[in-house]
């Protein structure tokens, strides 16, 4: 059964949340703490996102418990063509649950009913279990294992999960977007 989440679009102050969320438990997958001003950094660039119209971060609320978590979509430049890459976190307190699978979801839900490509992509790194297990139980189709860098220097190897958000919301994307999946 899915939790009784609703997604708000990122503001101002979703800040702490991130601040909250840049510990080793949280971050040991993707490379450990980042220090306060890239933290600071990422933020602006979440609330960039609406504003150039490339994608939408948005915070994971439940009843009760506002800011449990984050996931969201961007766009990224990927073999030759524009998709949406997305990503998630959900606070130590709130895992477990099937959050995170609800919350990637709905966000790919937006982007198929709101945005410009026609394929999501996540990239968990191929150690990363439970990430690989969200993406699995999302609808996302895995690809393989490809080499990554993330953070940026740093290289690793991921499994590249796409999901086919034309087929998601049965629209129309057009052809023209430069979406090669």
């Known amino acids: 059964m899915a939790p ?37 950094a990422r933020h602006r660039r979440y609330l960039e996102l609406a504003v150039n119209g490339t994608g939408l971060m ?9 800011g449990a978590g984050s996931v969201g979509y961007w ?8 998709v949406y890459e ?10 477990g649950r099937g959050l995170a699978v609800a919350a990637v979801r709905a966000a790919a839900g937006h982007a198929a009913r709101h945005g410009r490509r026609h ?12 990430s690989n297990a ?7 189709e895995l690809l393989g294992e490809v080499d990554f860098e993330y953070p940026k220097g ?17 629209l129309e994307v057009s052809s023209a977007s430069g979406d090669n999946g």
């Open 119 to 130: 394929f999501a992509h996540a990239y968990p790194k191929s150690a990363h279990a439970a």
């Open 58 to 66: 948005f915070r994971i609320d439940l009843p009760g418990a506002p």
């Open 4 to 40: 009784d989440l609703v997604l708000e679009p990122w503001t101002d102050a979703d800040l702490d949340l991130e601040l909250r969320a840049n510990t080793p438990e949280m971050t040991a997958f993707l490379g450990g703490p980042a220090t306060d001003e890239a933290v600071r």
């Open 75 to 82: 766009e990224r430049e990927w073999r030759g063509g524009t």
């Open 134 to 140: 969200v993406c699995r139980k999302a609808g996302f």
């Open 154 to 170: 740093t290289p690793i190897r991921v499994c590249d999960w796409r999901l086919d958000l034309r087929a998601l919301a049965g």
């Open 86 to 95: 997305m990503g998630w976190q959900v606070l130590p307190d709130f895992q």
